[in-house]
């Protein structure tokens, strides 16, 4: 009975695999590409050890989620996408990862043990959110919705505290006011946020040379005597020459 | 009979070998949101690199997104069900721009870790540590 139930499911995926061109759904086509382009680059980003290649598997992934917003009718949605986060965010993702591309933190690996526990975990994880998902209803019913006027000019509106779109059947919420609050709690604190990030990421005016400057400043030795001497002739406000990178990098 | 070919039936649209010849629904939108959201959470478990973290954090977020998107799509949803209409899409447009704010502190955070200690393993940043 298990074998008749898996060849009848087997046979009827096997004849879709190869479809007439004309039964083709072509919304499903881009759906599959999209979904696989967007699930595939992020798996990559997970396995990935280089941190400039998963930079760039995260921009392809990202890219096609924007696809996905499209194919669902957000375009205005999937053109943020497009334009904040892969034109703006990644842009300063690959900033921070051009800054600190050392050769050293390039490829920081992490342990097996490490890697095998989080697979466990986030394989458990995704068995609970597919039985989630999957429980939702499943298909639309080919037809039942008509094309649908662009989004975007019903989202602009909402944003600026105007509703124009017609609440959705059966919704209780009639008299509904837009989102002009949350729009501007919003703004500001990407003002404030922006503000804060150019602060705390600015060039600090030190008041000690870096320990990279101090090594380079200092002439190398010619003789076992003037090495020794370094020490003691140091100016008062710079502190004696350190073995360790890791001091004097305070503001 | 039926209640054994039903899951696989469930399976195979998932997989890609089934549903070309019809739309996707809501659920196959919260599937790819689920694996979007287990590859960030995962990834920001694993990765040792601040900046693979914060990569982690924007998909955790994008994979968020797809389900609100899903949900609020006039496109999706079948005979009956409720979409949450234009909420969903303005939900995340602000996820979005929220994810964009908290790159930008995160980032920064780094780059000023990265200064006072030469190195952007988070491991190392045990200064708080007893």
Redesign the interface.
Known sequence: ??G???A??ST???G??V?PLA???W???F??LF??A??GC??A??LADN?VR??FY?VL??GA?AG??F????E??GA??LM??VG???V??V???M??AQA??VS???SAG??AV??L??GA??TL??V???????????G??GP?EP?AT??GM??VGV?V?E?????PAVGRSG?LL?FEI?SV??LV??V???Y??RA?RRKTPRPVEMVASVEPPVSVAEHAAIGREAPAGAPARSGS??VG??S | MTAMIAPVAWVCPVFGLGPLGHPPGVSHYLVVGAILFVCGVVCMATKRNALGVLMGIELVLNGANVNFVAFASPWLQADGARSIGLDGQAIAVFVIVLAAAEAAVALAITLNFYNNHATVDVDRADDLKG
């Open positions: 009975m298990i008749a139930a898996v009848v499911a009827s995926c096997l879709a695999v479809p039964v083709l759904d919304h499903a086509v759906f599959m979904a696989a967007a699930c992020a798996l980003v997970v941190v998963m930079a995260l992934s990202l989620t996905l917003f194919l669902a009718g957000a205005f949605v943020m996408q904040i986060y703006g965010t990644l300063l993702l900033f921070g990862v800054l600190t050293p933190f920081i690996k992490t490490e890697k989080a697979g975990l986030g994880l995704l959110l597919l989630a998902a999957l429980s939702v209803e499943p298909w639309r019913r080919p039942s919705v649908t989004s019903p989202l909402a944003l509703r779109d609440p959705p059947a059966g919704s989102y949350p919003i604190h990407l946020v922006l804060a990030a150019a705390l990421a600090k990178v890791l990098g305070g």
